[in-house]
């Protein structure tokens, strides 16, 4: 396979899914693949959706089960861990992406024409937006809040966090007017650490970069700084590091 990208955890950290193109196709034909832990290395991926001429992206597990959401050709369809028991939830509805399901497994945020969205109960509400140009990449955070991407008025993303209840959203302490903060997701439950990624310059490395946010104390980290040595080297290159996501499960080789 090729440009393997997205990768998000199973409830269990056993495996990753995440969205790449087979070898010899062209990169607009997007699949799902799958890897598992094998207790010494991830396996070779599987691919669950094709090749089949669609762009099948954005795939998340659920939290409670082996359920997952991804889009294809803009529409939202779930399936089991094994690419079956495939259902189509907004097949005749205007394109909607980047799906990820709330905490408890029951709502789906999404992305409809730079809106925010929540899914549940069979209805669909639009989320609080506020001062900027569009939103994307929503995660879920805890029963009552979810963390999103807003696009400011100076056109660089910020991180911010929104409220099921529809109240105003609010931006987190290392966002700026300045250079891009997307792609968040929260360490446990999100109430004290915060992994994102940001094009801060002061970072010394070029291109995006991952970061960690101290929420209590309003520090923030080049994600270096925390791990450096631990993975060989450096993690943050002059290429653009992007997406990240986190398991509670240390996997080591025996």
């Known amino acids: 396979m090729i440009s393997p990208i997205n990768a998000h955890f199973s409830p269990d950290g056993q495996t990753i899914t995440f969205m790449g193109s087979a070898a010899g196709l062209s990169e607009n034909d997007w699949d799902v693949f799958t890897s598992h832990w094998n207790g010494a290395s991830w396996?070779?991926?599987?691919?669950?959706?094709?090749?089949?001429?669609?762009?099948?992206?954005?795939?998340?597990f659920s939290p409670i089960d082996t359920t997952i959401i991804y889009k294809e050709d803009g529409v939202l369809v779930t399936m089991d861990i094994d690419g079956s028991d495939k259902t189509y939830l907004t097949k005749g509805e205007a394109e909607s992406s980047m799906p990820y399901f709330s905490p408890d497994g029951k709502g789906i945020l999404f992305e409809r024409s730079g809106d925010i969205y929540l899914r549940a109960n069979g209805s669909e509400k639009k989320m609080y937006a506020g001062d900027g140009q569009s939103s994307y990449y929503p995660i879920g955070l805890d029963k009552k809040s979810f963390l999103y991407t807003r696009v400011q008025n100076s056109k660089h993303d910020a991180i911010m966090k929104g409220n099921y209840d529809g109240s105003p959203s609010t931006s987190y302490f290392f966002n700026s007017p300045d250079w891009d903060t997307s792609d968040s997701y929260p360490y446990q439950d999100g109430s004290r650490f915060i992994f994102y990624v940001t094009g801060d310059y002061l970072i010394p490395h070029g291109g995006y970069n991952l970061a960690l946010a101290d929420l209590k104390t309003h520090t923030r980290w080049d994600i270096d700084q925390w791990f450096k040595g631990r993975a060989g080297g450096d993690i943050n290159t002059e290429f653009a590091e992007l997406g990240p996501a986190w398991s509670p499960v240390i996997h080591t080789k025996p």
């Open 43 to 60: 396996d070779e991926p599987i691919n669950l959706t094709g090749p089949n001429g669609a762009r099948d992206e954005d795939p998340k």
